[in-house]
């Protein structure tokens, strides 16, 4: 079966230091990969899209960057973040040709102060 | 373009009785629909899907949602609450994205309480 997994659980960090967090999937191979940042008491918006290695889309300008450089690990990152970079980030895998669902890790709680 | 409308932001209901949450789509096509649950700090839950087949779905836990076009409905039920479906539930609209991409639209989300 297949598993994903996110870290670290929890972050906090200052302002304007560097931000690395790391999904991997297992049980798969060549799934379609996404970042995901819920705010507080908000819903989803998607933040990057993965089809294979180095191939990422960016759906809203941001401080973030993403990359993929393994099949089944996707890693986001900042250089120097913002207050507004707090959120609960999730990774999401779904099998790709589009087969429609995508399925969650269990999120990193990011605090910027 | 594809959304998603969830009419009540909190749901209180007693453990044992039934329970509803509401969601209504926007689409220019069938969609593909799905209700997703979050637990307090934790990822998101598949709960059930809707991909154009039988118009009503059972998913895990005991939830089930009727897909109805003419009224364009998706509601999420289950006939008898237990305390463990406090949550974030989520009603879901997939538009198909680039490259066999699946670009998820979440609605904004209804807490279920359930009381003892």
């Known amino acids: 079966s297949q598993t994903i997994h996110q870290w670290p659980a929890t972050l906090v960090q200052p302002v304007g230091s560097p931000l690395s967090l790391e999904c991997t999937v297992e049980?798969?191979?060549?799934?379609?990969l996404y970042w995901y940042r819920q705010a507080a008491g908000r819903g989803l918006q998607l933040l990057f899209y993965?089809?294979?290695?180095?191939?990422i889309s960016s759906e809203v300008p941001q401080n973030l960057s993403a990359s993929r450089p393994q099949d089944r690990q996707f890693i986001l990152s900042s250089k120097k973040l913002l207050l507004s970079d707090s959120g609960f980030y999730l990774c999401a895998w779904g099998p790709s040709g589009g087969n429609y669902e995508q399925y969650f890790g269990p999120g990193t709680r990011l605090t910027v102060t | 373009a594809q959304s998603v409308t969830q009419l009540d932001s909190h749901v209180s209901v007693s453990e044992g009785t039934p329970v509803l949450l509401r969601c209504n789509y926007s689409?220019?096509?069938?969609?593909?629909l799905f209700w997703y649950v979050q637990h307090p700090n934790k990822g998101l839950q598949l709960l059930l899907k809707?991909?154009?087949?039988?118009?009503l779905v059972k998913g895990i836990n005991g939830f089930e949602a009727e897909f109805k076009k003419s009224e364009t409905s998706f509601h999420l039920t289950k006939p008898s609450a237990h305390m463990s479906d406090a949550a974030e539930y989520f009603c879901?609209?997939?538009?198909?994205?680039?490259?066999?991409?699946?670009?998820?639209?979440f609605g904004t989300g209804t807490r279920l309480q359930v009381f003892p």
């Open positions: 689409s220019s096509y069938s969609p593909s």
């Open positions: 993965s089809i294979g290695i180095d191939q």
């Open positions: 049980g798969t191979s060549n799934p379609n």
């Open positions: 879901v609209v997939s538009v198909g994205g680039p490259y066999n991409t699946d670009k998820l639209i």
């Open positions: 809707y991909t154009s087949a039988a118009t």
